[in-house]
């Protein structure tokens, strides 16, 4: 038996994984002692992870999703909303859970997470798949930060951004029996949630990441994996991504992890595990 029908895990920082979705090391697994973690982005939760999730099910496969902090079923949870506490949190769950063969998986804002999640538990992480991940660093920042808060001080400024920059995200007709659920999953969450950990991330972006990466090239055991099918551009709207593109974000990575792995997948938004779940399970089994 490969899903586990027992209760919602928690860790010790009080993050949900939610049980119906967590066969952990199951007997009959194809790899007994990998797990997929799966992170979520900004806004989002565990349930965006369904369809990769029936897939690794059907492969027998291990896998786990939280819900992080603020988010989803952990959205009781209080403060700090940073991408370090976020990650903080899910390292005590996997050490919590003992595992030792980790490939992570990070979705947009879970990509940070994710790379955060390496620098605690490093020894622990055998893979890193980003999902369409972004950098939206500046010069500093503490600037970055108080941007985002100057932004949002007017709530209606707040709710016409978030709804526009969630709507961004979608480009296909097909994906509108779900992406409409997501935008007003967005436009539901509490502000001072989703201000603060926005206001980190892009601080986070201009402090942090660049040394994480090179964290990351230094460990030269975890394999590094890029699926990415949106841009976005200097007035932060997003667009569909051409592999003959030119994008300064795949081009930091490349930077700063030479053996970082790309795949670019075209005419397709910026939820792929929603639109090509299985690009992402086969990006995972590359053997690179």
Known sequence: MHKCDGPEQTSKTGIIAPGDELPLNPASSRD??????LIHGLACDGTDWKLVTNLLRERKQSYLTVDLRGHGRSAHLPGPYTIERLAEDVA??????????????GHSMGTRVALAVRDHCG??????VFVDGSCQASDNPELARQAVYDLFADDAVYRNFL?????????????????????VRALAMEKNVLTDVLADMR????????????RLNAATRTRFKIIQSTK?????????????????YLT?????????????????????????????????????
Do not use: C
Not at 123 to 128: D, H, K, L, M, R
């Open 92 to 105: 005590h769950l996997l050490s919590e859970q003992n595992l030792r063969n980790v490939i992570l998986v």
């Open 163 to 183: 709804g526009r920059m969630f709507r961004d995200m979608f480009f296909s007709e097909e994906s509108h029996d779900w992406s409409d659920a997501i935008v």
């Open 252 to 288: 930091l990575l490349r930077k700063y992890v030479g053996r970082a792995v790309f795949e670019i997948i075209e005419d397709t938004g910026h939820f792929i595990q929603h639109e090509n779940p299985q690009a992402i399970i086969d990006l995972i089994d590359r053997r690179r």
């Open 203 to 214: 601080a986070w972006d201009t402090a942090f990441m660049q040394s994480s990466l090179q």
């Open 32 to 37: 007994e002692d990998t797990t997929v973690v």
């Open 232 to 248: 976005v551009d200097g007035a932060m709207e997003r667009r569909t991504l051409r592999v003959s593109d030119d994008y300064d």
């Open 123 to 128: 020894e622990a992480i055998s893979q890193i």
